[in-house]
């Protein structure tokens, strides 16, 4: 979550309520995303704070950001009126500097393989 935190640049994760768990501790809550998607192509510090100290990640996830591509992130960041025209949810500088957070997130974790070895890294399917 930590990386979705970044490629939508949500700088406020951490400030206070935005992250609750349930109270048998089985499912963690992510709320209030609406601070995201500023167009900062690089993510905010805050986020990379936390991301820094992530040492290990899902295969899943590494094969998903590598995936994506701009068509696709494009194609489904749309909605659609009553009319049936349809209307992006993010401008396309909002979708660059996505994509361009999600670049920095596949190099950091090709980084950590590099460093550590693809098993000791990609640890969950």
């Given at each position: 979550?930590?990386?979705?935190?970044?490629l939508?640049?949500?700088?406020?994760?951490?400030?206070?309520?935005?992250?609750?768990?349930?109270?048998?501790?089985?499912?963690?809550?992510?709320?209030?995303?609406?601070?995201?998607?500023?167009?900062?192509?690089?993510?905010?510090?805050?986020?990379?704070?936390y991301?820094?100290?992530?040492?290990?990640f899902?295969?899943r996830?590494?094969?998903?950001?590598?995936?994506?591509?701009?068509?696709?992130?494009?194609?489904?960041?749309?909605w659609?009126?009553?009319?049936?025209?349809?209307?992006?949810l993010?401008?396309?500088?909002?979708?660059?500097?996505?994509?361009?957070?999600?670049?920095?997130?596949?190099?950091?974790?090709?980084?950590?393989?590099?460093?550590h070895?693809?098993?000791?890294?990609?640890?969950?399917?």
């Amino acid at each position: 979550l930590l990386v979705f935190d970044l490629l939508q640049n949500t700088s406020d994760r951490f400030s206070g309520g935005n992250l609750l768990g349930s109270p048998d501790g089985q499912t963690l809550y992510y709320m209030d995303n609406a601070f995201g998607f500023q167009v900062d192509p690089e993510g905010h510090t805050r986020c990379w704070f936390y991301l820094n100290r992530v040492q290990k990640f899902s295969l899943r996830l590494l094969q998903a950001l590598e995936r994506l591509r701009p068509e696709d992130l494009r194609a489904a960041m749309v909605w659609s009126d009553d009319s049936g025209a349809t209307h992006p949810l993010l401008s396309d500088e909002e979708q660059a500097a996505l994509m361009a957070r999600r670049d920095r997130a596949l190099a950091h974790i090709y980084q950590a393989i590099n460093t550590h070895g693809r098993d000791r890294v990609l640890v969950f399917d």
